[in-house]
């Protein structure tokens, strides 16, 4: 009878803690919240510049370093905008314009999830072809904190053209803060330095 009790108090906290952490927002992206972050003696800010409309979906202007992106969050987490063009002779053609999930929700331990996008089409009478191809893993880090991992592919090829891009990036998201912590894309660790979210 003491081991059932033992289980069933150990369970009741257990329940809580995730009841408390799936209340948690990870995101908090509201106008003018802003993280700052360290890597040796370089820093970088990442901020909520404003909100606009893209592709049909309200998102919010995020200014990631030198990079203004455009993050939509709604109950299923928070998408990116792609957008990817080609201009072979001056001349900008789209080949991708769409929102691939970034944190996708809910956070749930050893979680995996993929996206993909293909493109086939003509080009100033070339043949191109472009493939989107995102995989990820959400790990649970630390009791409260997720670790997210991407590893992103990204190839066009045509006659002109023959190139593949490759990343791999990882976030660390803590509660009610956001990103704590991420490596980019060239390895490199920026860690949270300061930050003001409301």
């Known amino acids: ?5 033992l289980i069933l108090i150990l369970t009741g906290c257990l329940s809580d803690h995730l009841i408390l952490r799936s209340k948690c927002d990870y995101l ?5 919240n802003s993280w700052t972050y360290l890597h040796g003696s370089d820093t970088l800010l990442v901020a909520v510049v404003g909100d606009t409309t893209i592709e049909g979906l309200s998102c919010y202007i995020v200014v990631f370093g030198a990079d203004y992106q455009f993050w939509h969050k709604d109950e299923d987490g928070v998408r990116c ?7 072979p002779s001056g001349v900008e053609y789209t080949l991708e314009s769409r ?4 944190f996708p929700a809910p956070f749930v331990d050893h979680r995996t999830f993929a996206d993909s996008f293909s493109y086939r089409g003509l ?15 959400i790990l649970l ?22 190139s593949t891009i490759l990343r ?3 976030y660390l998201l803590a509660p009610d803060i956001g990103i704590e ?14 930050y003001s979210v409301r």
């Open 1 to 5: 009878m003491r081991y059932l009790s």
């Open 99 to 102: 929102y691939y999930p970034l």
């Open 81 to 87: 905008l792609s957008q990817f063009s080609i201009g």
């Open 181 to 194: 912590s991420f490596t980019d894309a060239e390895g490199k660790v920026w860690d949270l330095l300061t």
């Open 123 to 137: 080009i100033e009478g070339d043949t191109v072809r472009f493939f989107h191809r995102l995989s990820g893993e």
């Open 28 to 32: 908090p992206l509201k106008e003018d």
């Open 168 to 170: 791999k990036i990882s």
């Open 141 to 162: 880090e630390e009791q409260d904190r997720y670790l997210i991992t991407l590893d992103e592919r990204i190839e066009v090829k045509s006659t002109w053209l023959d």
